[in-house]
């Protein structure tokens, strides 16, 4: 065979094998086992840095020299004649157990009848009384028994003498404690009896009451 017919011969495509030849022939099979990436540690990112104030300071602050000098407080515009007022909040819009008792002077008159009735909305299980000595506001309470009662009249002893103004305390067997309140000085009430009144309010009294039953 020349070396031409030999270089044809190599361009003609190989004779593939027969079907039931290649079904016989083994086929080789490599089982790698899977293996999970490595996880990659995660660096943590730095916190981005604080960049500049762009809103400035809101703040109150004084003036410089130059605006001093430059007496731009008379340049601004509006009335010069503005009147400015602090406002402090009346004595309904406060709460009576905040204030404190002043001291009453004998010439004072006694509160009117209708502002006590109004105050007597601030102030809890009180109720007005007519005495010998003019009006008063009245409280009882039903303790568990006389030494919760006892104990209830050293609590309202310990706020009224930090208030500067005492009651008219009656420790009632067997379990009954009553408290009346006013200003004897002037015959009548004041705004100190309705302050007390609202601080003993505020005493702590669930653990001398009586237990309630708990039915089945």
């Known amino acids: 065979m020349s070396a031409i017919h030999h270089h044809l011969f190599s361009l003609l495509p190989a004779r593939s094998p027969p079907p039931d030849e290649l079904l016989r022939r083994p086929v080789p099979f490599r089982f790698s086992p899977f293996k999970p990436p490595k996880p990659s540690r995660l660096q943590a990112r730095p916190p981005p840095a604080a960049g500049p104030d762009l809103l400035g300071d809101f703040g109150a602050r004084d003036p410089f020299p130059e605006e001093i000098e430059s007496r731009f407080g008379e340049k601004v515009l509006g009335p010069s004649d503005t009147e400015h007022k602090i406002l402090i909040p009346t004595l309904h819009a406060l709460s009576l157990s905040q204030l404190r008792c002043d001291p009453v002077r004998p010439s004072q008159p006694p509160m009117p009848i209708d502002e006590a009735k109004a105050l007597m909305r601030k102030i809890v ?3 007005l009384v007519e005495g010998e000595e003019g009006t008063r506001i009245q409280c009882v ?9 006892l104990e209830l009249v050293n609590r309202i002893f310990r706020v009224s003498t930090a208030a500067g103004h005492y009651p ?6 067997p379990n009954l404690v009553r408290a009346e309140i006013w200003t004897a000085s002037i015959g009548g009430l004041s705004i100190n009896d309705f302050i007390l009144a609202a601080k003993i309010d505020e005493i702590p009294t669930s653990d001398l ?8």
Do not use: Y
Not at 141 to 146: A, P
Not at 168 to 173: A, D, R, S, V, W
Not at 209 to 216: F, I, S, T, V
């Open 209 to 216: 009451l009586p237990k309630k039953r708990m039915w089945a």
């Open 125 to 127: 299980g009180w109720r």
């Open 141 to 149: 309470w039903k303790v568990r028994d006389f030494g919760c009662g």
């Open 168 to 173: 008219n305390l009656h420790l009632e067997q």
